[in-house]
């Protein structure tokens, strides 16, 4: 394996994002772009390569699944995009029949990198990557809540007028609709959630949080109703999980993996905070949550496992 060698699958404008942001980024000395559309992974590894002088020494080409083999990281971004008044949920049929056959063409390979999904639903695409290569649940991971733990900390530092990079708060279960804030352990640089937003003037600060929250959920909708796609944000959120596996971070990241009884959930992908290093998911952390915390992760576990019925992955 060459820990210094990506591939990006799909090069629609998530796909291209990403490559922008790893390219910035200088974590490898190769990325592979593949896509459905060959003309199109050149278009935009011809594009990215003019701009190779002002950043670091690599090669971004076109590939096929043939130059996988040896990757460290794969990230798949193929699939149908999510139009204004659809959830993420409402993709599924669609982009299980895309992953399954991009899973079957990886495992077709000598990979043993990390498979790092991207696409929507991510959860139900994670699981379903997982079960179609047999790999090890820590080798195949989704971006998760990572983008959404980013909108809250910005959300929440706008809201309290400080840095967004002083917010210690986190969002798990479900990429979607049911996602929950971890308030309850949330803090500012040390100093509780509660007593900051005293000290910005939330006497009751309930409602301006349930009000971040949905703010949270429905922000997606929001820019595709305005723009028609989200891309840059997750780039950014993609880039950090890729810059901890290449450099063995342990850092702690909300990314979605099959869990394996963490809050007594088993057998469904949803995001927990994990250990993230070049192994994958080194260690799934099960951080102390409030009653109502504990309830409302349930209830987007029992979502995700519906739609994982409905979906009808192989076992």
Do not use: W
Not at 218 to 228: C, E, L, N, P, V
């Amino acid at each position: 394996m060459n820990p210094r060698k990506a591939a990006v699958v799909g090069c629609g404008n998530v796909g291209a994002s990403i490559a922008f942001a790893l390219m910035q980024k200088a974590l490898f000395t190769e990325l592979v772009l593949i896509d459905a559309d060959p003309r199109r992974a050149e278009g935009e590894a011809m594009d990215l390569s003019d701009g190779l002088p002002y950043t670091a020494s690599m090669t971004i080409r076109a590939g096929s699944y043939e130059d996988v083999g040896d990757c460290a990281l794969i990230i798949v971004t193929a699939g149908a995009g999510q139009k204004p008044g659809e959830t993420r949920l409402d993709l599924i049929g669609r982009n299980v029949r895309i992953m399954s056959s991009i899973a079957a063409s990886i495992r077709a390979t000598p990979f043993c990198g990390i498979l790092l999904i991207v696409s929507n639903p991510v959860d139900i695409l994670t699981c379903a990557a997982q079960r179609q290569t047999g790999y090890p649940p820590g080798r195949v991971i989704g971006s998760g809540t990572v983008l959404d733990t980013a909108r809250l900390k910005q959300l929440l530092s706008e809201r309290l007028h400080v840095d967004a990079r002083s917010v210690h708060a986190v969002i798990i279960g479900e990429h979607g609709d049911s996602e929950l804030a971890v308030y309850s352990s949330a803090n500012v640089s040390g100093v509780d959630l509660p007593h900051f937003c005293a000290l910005r003037g939330y006497a009751d600060p309930q409602p301006m949080l349930q009000e971040v929250l949905e703010a949270v959920r429905t922000s997606a909708y929001a820019i595709i109703s305005r723009k028609g796609a989200t891309y840059y944000g997750v780039a950014m959120a993609v880039s950090r999980i890729a810059e901890c596996i290449v450099r063995d971070e342990k850092a702690v990241l909300p990314v979605s993996t099959v869990l394996s009884g963490e809050y007594g959930l088993r057998g469904l992908a949803l995001s927990i905070p994990s250990v993230l290093g070049a192994g994958g998911v080194e260690a799934v952390l099960e951080i102390p949550l409030s009653v109502g915390e504990q309830q409302a992760l349930r209830e987007s576990a029992d979502r995700l496992r519906s739609a994982l019925e409905e979906a009808d992955l192989p076992q």
